[in-house]
């Protein structure tokens, strides 16, 4: 692919195509390359659309390769039924799983949505678990994932089986969330703050996370305004 390539000419565009999914397939069949086999499965995901292809190369690389990108894209894939796959929360469960735990790229995300779906109850025969919830979630707000601290701080106010109600700890991952930008965390603990739940009442403070929390949704907005008009 030596060159460089005329991107308003479209033949010259389809012939770096082709020799992109040539190269891609040669590092994954040929030279058992992980991350040639996921670049292989975007290939055909995004090029190609092929998603079927995409499904089956993602399946083999998170299986046979462990690789942690290509596990929790097949997890997406088993969330929706994509590319031929009949959906089925729990082989994605296990998907988002081995992603969290090999860690990468999409790891933390993973953590996040291995703790959803135990949050939800649905892999697990319609029987929330929420301390694994708690642990998955735990993990992916130590990697500073904002909305597993605004759940962890959800689960902490409400309370559930086998994990009791604190207020203390709600409040600490609502002030995390809300420094990593979750306006609903600011929102949250603004509201502890006023009323003295889990913390000294302080309408100062409680005034100031309210503001935090007005300021981030205006960044929001405007950031949807901005992307809608381009």
Known sequence: MAGLVDFQNEEEVQEYLTNVGTEYSYQCYKEKDPNGCHRLAEYFEGIKKNFNSAAQVLKANCEQNQHSESCYKLGAYYITGKGGLAPNLKAAYDCFIKSCKKGGKKSIEACHNAGLLAHDGRVFEGKPDPAVARDYYTMACNGNFSPSCFNLSALYIQGAPGLPKDMTQAMNYS?????????????????????GDGVDKNDAKAEALKDKARDLHKEQEATKEITFGE
């Open 175 to 195: 002030i995390k969330a809300c420094d990593l930008g979750h306006v609903w965390a600011c929102a949250n603990a603004s509201r502890m703050y006023k009323l």
